[in-house]
């Protein structure tokens, strides 16, 4: 529980400039939706969408604007990004780090590797020697954390994540269950038809305040690194290829595959199920949408995109046996442009 | 073993008004196709490209409509819906609920959890506190089941399963290997410039006889909760995002991504590899075909597509870059029909 | 560490016909890339676009065709494949077979299984009854294997693997953390509106020398089984349906889905993201680039695409619309040119 007073407070401690609108002693307890909220829940208004909701909300606190303020019918906190605000209040309400350090008995730790005591390593772990975990980490059940492999401070592993041989994962990164960093990546040489595999010696490199989500996998490099540098956020079900780079407070949505040695600049937002291929460079600041597919380098920020509309699928037929004409459609097109101008000329020249 | 006696009188109380015709005390012990079944083998013809193979078939029985009975070369069981009829036969004969109850000594089950003394908790699993376990559960080995988490009777975790914290299970699911429920959605602000996770404080909530395909993932709601109504069939390799509803009897082929806070309505069938965008809205008895791209909500019945097609490089390469012409020739097209017209309506004037 | 010497004397046992050129006594400890090695470093050059980084490389060898072996500042070791034969040196510089054989106190692993004693598994394994697995095989931590499946010599799970019961894995398989084989084909039966599940009794059959990448699926088959013919390699999180047989020495990149009972040929190499409808059949020697969608046979090798070019997202929109059109503009290009022929005509007889 925390008092509205006491919220405003920690914002503004955080640089916010809140202000309190209404009763400084209301008791915030949890974070609801606007429709969903009632007594002891903070919500917020972050999207001029949810404003006809605004003015019937039950809830005991709304963080909005200063433009949306005289219409909440409650207490008000206001500031400038509500949606920010919201995050940071409902990570003190709900603090997942609630574990007490230590070893569980039925996690299987090697001698070498070196666990603080500040850390927790859960049930049916498996450490392998020369790993090192520092302070605050929490490692749930079911990880497997392979040779030489280091983790930063207050780095937390939910549960069934298998991080490889020889892994650099930085601090405050959240790898969530079934995460597998540092696989072999998909190097194959080919001899006389059939596929040699080529040992990838290269490593992953993670830097601090990550976030990958269920079932993502990071391959290791061939030779040199896979890097994912500081603030990267991973959604689920996302393929990175070895030697991928990928620049500083990117986000990736769920189920898109980069392909090997591609270069993803800073600050890029990209899509689910986006496709891209390897051996490519993204500048910073590019927007890529949902299931576009990158196979040419983007040198500029801006928003990208390919695709096809969704249909009924009669008229998506008809449409799309004509995607198999469009180059004699455009030759057609031209020959047509060039027959009528001859035939508007000798209407010209007979006037 | 059932004889073909017991088969039938089976399948009529199921109401299936079923047939025999044939050897009553023919004794069934597998199913097989209709070309690798012999002696013993129950099979079946559901579709008409398969009939070719029914004259020739070696089994013990087929399972066919009332209009292929004629064509058996061997017993029959003559009913109206065939692949129904064959799913509940082999279901008999195939039965996979052949555990003892109990608890594994290798497994770790918090006190404070309440697992029923007729599920099974199979080794290497870990059971936090408060979880509950319901009659004829089996939690297959090394899934990891998260604090609060509930089961309803007769579920199934194959192995390697994770239910985060919190999460809502109801009877009769099968959840196949590597399936993570409850993982935290892609939630985030973006905090100038850099993205500021925003806690997700829903839950996830599964109806009964729901089965989730090997390492899918389905996201725990941001505030309120993901839901997946009851009969949902999903596929392996899907994500299911923050927030998603997903109405009953709605299936979804592998490789598919919903994005968060999108409902899908029921009676649904949406194949692979199928990109769903959030905050979008499908109506019940919707169809959408394999790698199309729902960006826009869809408030009738019937099916749906997008994509284009499969050509030989060369051909699809030529008709690609003509795709970045598209308006442009549609603009021209536009151009020279009025050119045209002014000429003929010239033509005209002119006779 | 290696000579040259004796690495150009293992490459000739391989049948390179390999020639040292310079310093045969010189230790080779690792392997670097071109502009990353150094010192006890070897390297390689397999692609002309990296020529212009060997004049300046500080390795102590480099691998090259005999067209490149002038430009070599250092020692170079001249053969006609050179990522072919760097795979080699690779594979001996880093062997990865460092384990002692044994069972870890803490796997469970049933009585009745069959564990060669020059096999290893790893701590948190589960290792159900009548499973076989042969010498030489490697089984990481937190690997379930389920009753009856069978592994043949040398293979390796890496970590956290489930193979369900009845699969047969062949020798020199490499099978990443998240790999699940075995589990239910995406079986159904409608039954008035409702999905019936219809029991997957086939298998998995995975040949030699394949490898599967990062919690990629496999699925068994609804009566027969789903086979892998040997040397094929599957990047990470790739769906292959129930009864999809895969041709020896096929490739596929991440992200891929192949639907049901689709049979794909030999030397075949498919690109990530792709999606391969079920039922139907790929030619040997066919290559299909990332994100097309295989909606037919393909009956002819060669190369084959579909999917949109990317654009910055304004001028798709306008394209993306005309999508819509493309069967009506097409119409009323053949109008127009029916049109301006009969003008043309008109024209011809006026003369």
Redesign the interface.
């Known amino acids: 529980m925390l008092t509205l007073q006491a919220i405003v407070e920690r914002l503004n401690a955080q640089g916010f400039s809140a202000q309190l609108l209404g009763n400084a002693d209301a008791e915030i307890r949890?974070?609801?939706?606007l429709t969903?909220a009632g007594e002891g829940d903070i919500?917020f208004l972050a999207h001029a969408r949810f404003k006809k909701d605004l003015g019937s909300t039950h809830a005991a606190a709304v963080i909005v604007t200063a433009k949306d303020a005289d219409a909440v019918p409650t207490n008000a906190v206001v500031v400038e990004?509500p949606?920010?605000a919201?995050?940071?209040v409902?990570?003190w309400?709900?603090s997942e780090n609630d574990f007490v350090p230590g070893i569980?008995p039925?996690a299987?730790v090697d001698p070498t590797s070196t666990v603080h005591a500040q850390a927790w390593i859960?049930?049916?772990?498996?450490i392998?020697a020369g790993v090192v975990i520092a302070a605050g980490c929490y490692i749930?059940?079911?990880c497997?954390i392979?040779k030489n492999t280091t983790l930063g401070e207050n780095t937390r592993l939910?549960?069934?994540v298998?991080l490889?041989h020889d892994t650099k994962i930085g601090c405050r990164n959240?790898l969530?269950?079934?995460v597998?960093i540092g696989?072999?990546g998909?190097?194959?040489?080919?001899?006389k038809?059939?596929?040699?595999?080529?040992?990838q010696?290269g490593r992953v490199i993670l830097g601090n305040d990550i976030?990958v989500?269920?079932?993502s996998?990071i391959?290791r490099g061939a030779?040199?690194d896979t890097v994912v540098e500081d603030?990267v956020?991973l959604?689920?079900?996302i393929?990175i290829?070895h030697n991928v780079h990928i620049g500083a407070?990117t986000?990736i949505?769920?189920?898109t595959?980069v392909?090997g040695s591609a270069i993803i600049g800073r600050?890029c937002a990209i899509g689910?199920?986006v496709?891209i291929?390897g051996h490519l460079e993204i500048a910073d600041n590019v927007?890529?949408?949902?299931?576009?597919?990158?196979?040419?380098a983007?040198s500029k920020p801006?928003?990208?995109?390919?695709?096809?509309?969704?249909?009924?699928?009669a008229?998506?037929?008809?449409?799309?046996?004509?995607?198999?004409?469009?180059?004699d459609?455009?030759r057609?097109?031209k020959k047509?442009?060039r027959?009528?101008a001859a035939?508007?000329h000798?209407?010209e020249t007979k006037k």
């Open positions: 949890r974070v609801a939706s969903g919500t990004n949606h920010v919201y995050a940071h409902a990570s309400l709900y569980h039925a299987t859960d049930a049916n772990c498996t392998e749930g059940p079911g497997v392979g939910v549960a069934n298998t490889c959240l969530h269950p079934g597998v696989a072999d998909f190097g194959l040489a080919n001899n038809g059939e596929w040699l595999k080529v040992p010696v976030e989500g269920a079932n996998t391959d030779i040199g603030g956020k959604d689920n079900l393929q290829g407070h986000a949505a769920a189920c595959a392909a600050h689910g199920c496709g291929v927007t890529i949408t949902g299931m576009s597919h990158v196979s040419q983007i801006g928003v990208y995109s390919s695709g096809t509309p969704l249909e009924e699928n008229t998506w037929h008809r449409n799309f046996i004509r995607l198999k004409q469009l180059d459609m455009a057609r097109l047509l442009e027959r009528l035939s508007e000798l209407d």
